[in-house]
């Protein structure tokens, strides 16, 4: 427990930091057509997963 707590605030901080280099919302934006593209292929594993059980 104490180790959690103390990488806990140095973890935040180095992670704020590295987004902080980024526009989140064009990232984001960006790649819309790639994550619902993954979403489809998730949701052809989940479809062809309930028809086998």
């Keep these: 427990y104490q180790i959690m ?8 901080r180095r ?12 990232f984001i934006e960006k790649n819309i057509p790639k994550i619902e ?3 489809k292929e998730f949701e052809s594993l989940l479809a062809d997963d309930e028809e086998q059980s």
Excluded: S, Y
């Design 5 to 12: 707590d103390a990488v806990e605030e140095p973890l935040k």
């Design 37 to 39: 593209e993954q979403m």
């Design 15 to 26: 992670l704020q930091a590295e987004l902080d280099k980024i526009n989140v919302e064009e």
